[in-house]
């Protein structure tokens, strides 16, 4: 059985964290928040990457997989702090690998950006059965689908405390950390693209006999 994702094969049963590239992504870090993915203008960087500098002590890591317009200037704002590693993007037969090798997935879109942009990655991570820590407004479709389902944790992307409180929380926590994941693979089968395509249609009808 399968999941498909913007065009990635996701397997029902994922290979275990022994992999190399599991080893790769977490090296020595406790706890493994993963933006795997492009690193553009919409993101909270700084909120994050501040966010990470006062957890580094606890052993959270923050790792980027993947390329940018921004990611020289993330990299800049995370020099000198060991809690960020930046690595490329891997092949597309390695990316359930990236997508399961995190503890969370961040998916963040800036203030201002809200409606405009709507993060594809949030889909795949749901489907490895990931939390996703949703770092964007209230408004962000992605906060509206953590919090409905339990499927991970949402924080203010011009806050780091926020970030910092909600990781705390789940620091110590595995059963809670395994129970969003769950949670987001059960509601992935939701954003099926066919049962997506069936919605848009019956909506577009539907307003057509209106």
Not at 45 to 71: C, D, H, P, Y
Not at 89 to 100: G, I, N, T
Not at 183 to 207: G, N, P
Request: charged residues 25%; contains cysteine.
């Amino acid at each position: 059985v399968v999941i498909s994702r913007d065009g990635i094969t996701i397997p029902e049963t994922l290979p275990p964290l022994e992999n190399p590239v599991a080893r790769e992504i977490r090296g020595d870090f406790r706890f493994v928040l993963v933006h795997a993915g492009n690193l553009g203008f919409y993101g909270a960087w700084q909120t994050l990457i501040s966010a990470v500098r006062k957890l580094e002590n606890e052993g959270v890591g923050l790792v980027f997989v993947g390329e940018g317009a921004m990611k020289q200037q993330v990299e800049a704002m995370a020099a000198g702090c060991p809690a960020v590693r930046f690595l490329p993007f891997r092949p597309a037969s390695e990316v359930p690998l990236v997508l399961s090798s995190g503890d969370m997935h961040v998916v963040t879109v800036k203030r201002g950006l809200e409606g405009v942009v709507v993060p594809s990655k949030l889909y795949p991570t749901l489907a490895v059965g990931r939390p996703v820590l949703g770092v964007a407004p209230d408004e962000c479709d992605v906060v509206r689908i953590i919090r409905k389902s339990g499927c991970g944790l949402a924080a203010n992307p011009d806050d780091p405390n926020t970030i910092v409180e909600a990781i705390r929380g789940v620091l110590h926590d595995s059963k809670h950390v395994q129970n969003m994941g769950l949670r987001a693979r059960k509601i992935a089968f939701s954003y099926d693209r066919m049962m997506q395509l069936k919605l848009f249609t019956e909506t577009v009808e539907e307003v057509v006999r209106e």
